[in-house]
């Protein structure tokens, strides 16, 4: 088992309100596994992925990862779980934009503390493994938003970490790109890697082994991924028909 | 992350981030070195000034005590305090010479100030006319240049005979010998038997404008009147332990009652480093405050530039940490740009304030002294300044929530 999530809750007080992000989330995910978190805007999505990546600490609740109790970790400790087990791939890239593709995919290596000449060896490898080898010193903005995207792809993987995280990643591509990178995962996860993917898209998660559905922060169903996209378009469509309604 | 390999990381960042922003990079720099060159410049100079002081206090002899009747140096009207004291007499002075073990040399000192002396064609004005004798050479320390200092048989004989500082010599004979020429003082001939070697200033003042004529001679013209007692001593390491056995002398030559206090004064050169060490200290102490507050400005820019610095970056430091940077990791690299954006600051202001202190040098008498020291202590201290005012914005930086950081527009 590498995730185990027991009863994860995360509120956010807003005012005189308490905002139930997640309302006790239970969740296991095997090594290997290709899992899409799917739900509406607001369901809780980002808040689990952050959950997931030890970006951020539940109100409460256990999450073991990987063997480790990560609840109640030290924000060192925490810093160094996020570079040695998890990659993240973000909606907006995230990448540095002064620094070249190399460098970007080499920044996580620098915080764990690897000479220049093991980084260096390191992000071409993985630049190679995203199909970018002859972008590696094209900053940024000089890079279509597919080739960004794969630039991204390959800081997460550049670490081998346990787990990747990725957060909408193709909602700033269009569809033939977003495509491209949906292969890619797909050939990410035949090599053995263990993925979560966010999305809002039914025909994203479908194609996803297995799919967890959110609504307003509690998993409404969780199982293969098709079935999951069919409940969540017959949600919508209940969704549109209520708003239309007089 | 090994520490050594966070400083090489936080410093090529710094540099890089620097490099981004140039215009804001050069404002700060020119800040921090505004305040490093103000302090730099003025360190120097007074440092110039106190070897130059050191220098000429030397000259004057610090191994000496001057006995007068009235202080030499007094604050406010304090006259009227000391206007029953007698004069002091040759024989005390006598007495002084043939009883302390301390004194070497015993001189009477006449001063009658701002004299014109006058040659067949020239004048020099402002001449410290002084009547003294033999041993005064050696107690002033004085050099000669041309002929003889005044003896103690030209007093006792009253002979009008004149030694001339370096500067009446050639101001009267600027194209002659000036030995056994006449020059005249209030109208009176005096024939010169000497010319001093040229002793420089002390605080602005001329050593060379002077001239010495014998001690009985300058009474006859001038009159009776109060003369001071220059004692030099042996070694200087005795000044106190003479000062008092000289007032016990005193005290008993002139009648003193053991239950009233002296009827003389006793004044040491040592006493005039103090008043001028006293004098430079306060200046010293305003420019060096001054120096600091341009530096805390200087600071106060880097804080400020720092902290927009860390809100443009709020995104670059969310990812930074969602890949694993520790908070200490954030702070030190934000910790290094701001210290490398004020050392820089510090070595431009060195080498501004250095090319001040030469330029003052230049226009004016007063000559700088730049210890390396001071280059290094200034340098440093800027770079500390930085580290300083780049604590509060690197601490925020390092505080920020990487999801927070990460949404950041
Ligand atoms: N920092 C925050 N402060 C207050 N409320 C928040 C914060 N982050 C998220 N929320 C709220 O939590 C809920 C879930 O947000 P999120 O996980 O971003 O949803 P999703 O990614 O599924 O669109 C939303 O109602 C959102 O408004
Ligand atoms: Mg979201």
């Keep these: ?246 | 992350m090994k520490p050594s390999v966070e400083l090489y990381e936080g410093t090529r960042i710094a540099l890089s981030s620097l490099r981004a922003n140039p215009l804001r990079t050069i404002l700060t720099v020119a800040a921090v070195g505004i305040g490093v060159a103000t302090l730099l410049a003025i360190v120097s100079i007074i440092q110039g000034l106190n070897a130059s002081f050191a220098h000429q206090l030397e000259s004057l002899g610090t191994a000496t005590l001057n006995i007068s009747r009235t202080p030499q140096i007094s604050m406010g009207p304090t006259w009227w305090m000391y206007r029953n004291r007698k004069q002091l007499t040759v024989p005390q002075m006598q007495a002084i010479a043939a009883q302390s073990r301390y004194a070497a040399f015993v001189v009477p000192e006449l001063n009658e100030e701002s004299k014109d002396i006058t040659s067949r064609q020239q004048t020099a004005s402002g001449v410290d006319v002084t009547g003294t004798l033999g041993d005064f050479q050696r107690v002033g320390g004085y050099e000669m240049a041309k002929g003889r200092f005044i003896t103690d048989a030209d007093s006792d004989n009253e002979r009008f005979v004149i030694v001339l500082g370096s500067q009446v010599a050639e101001a009267l004979f600027p194209d002659r010998n000036p030995l056994a020429e006449s020059v005249r003082v209030d109208s009176r001939p005096y024939r010169v038997v000497g010319v001093l070697a040229p002793k420089g200033s002390l605080l602005g003042q001329s050593l060379d404008l002077v001239a010495f004529v014998p001690f009985k001679s300058f009474l006859g013209v001038y009159g009776k009147r109060d003369f001071q007692i220059d004692v030099a001593l042996h070694d200087p390491k005795d000044l106190d332990k003479a000062e008092d056995e000289i007032t016990g002398i005193l005290r008993r030559a002139r009648n003193v009652p053991p239950d009233k206090p002296d009827d003389f004064s006793v004044f040491r050169a040592e006493q005039l480093a103090d008043i001028y060490k006293g004098l430079t200290g306060a200046l010293y102490g305003v420019a060096v405050a001054v120096g600091i507050i341009t530096l805390i400005v200087g600071g106060i820019g880097i804080m400020n530039i720092m902290l927009v610095s860390v809100r443009e970056r709020t995104r670059e430091i969310g990812v930074r940490r969602a890949l694993g940077a520790r908070r200490r990791t954030i702070v030190v690299q934000f910790l290094l740009e701001a210290s490398t954006v004020s050392a820089l600051g510090g070595v431009l202001g060195t080498t501004v304030g250095l090319g001040l202190a030469k330029l003052v040098s230049a226009v004016s008498s007063v000559t700088a002294v730049v210890q390396p020291l001071t280059v290094v202590a200034g340098v440093g201290f800027a770079a500390l300044v930085g580290l300083v005012f780049g604590i509060w914005p690197a601490a925020r930086a390092a505080q920020l929530d990487p999801v927070e950081a990460l949404r950041h527009e």
């Design chain 1, 1 to 246: 088992m590498l995730i185990r999530l027991e009863d994860i809750r995360r509120y956010y007080t807003v005012g005189e309100e308490e905002v139930h992000a997640l309302d006790g989330v239970s969740i296991a995910i095997e090594k290997g596994e290709w899992t899409s978190i799917i739900g509406q805007s607001g369901s809780g999505k980002s808040t689990l992925m952050n959950v997931l990546g030890c970006l951020d600490t539940p109100t409460s609740g256990r999450y073991i990862l990987n063997g480790q109790d990560v609840s109640g970790m030290s924000d060192n400790a925490l810093a160094d779980i996020r570079n040695r087990e998890i990659g993240f791939i973000f909606q907006t890239f995230q990448l540095l934009p002064r620094e070249t593709a190399q460098a970007n995919v080499e920044l996580p290596l620098v915080y764990r503390g690897l000479r220049a000449r093991e980084r260096h060896e390191r992000a071409t490898a993985a630049l190679e493994k995203v199909g970018l080898a002859n972008r590696v010193h094209h900053r940024p903005n000089e890079l279509s938003g597919g080739q960004r995207q794969r630039v991204a792809i390959a800081r997460a993987l550049v670490t081998e970490p346990s787990l990747l995280l990725a957060d909408e990643p193709t909602g700033n591509l269009d569809s033939a790109t977003g495509e491209e990178i949906i292969r890619l995962f797909e050939q990410l996860h035949s090599a053995g890697h263990t993925l979560v993917l966010v999305t809002h898209e039914p025909a994203i998660a479908a194609r996803c082994p297995r799919a967890v559905r959110l609504m307003d922060g509690k998993v409404v169903s969780d199982g293969p991924g098709a079935q999951v996209a069919l409940e969540s378009r017959a949600e919508r469509a209940r969704a549109a028909a209520a708003a239309v309604a007089p």
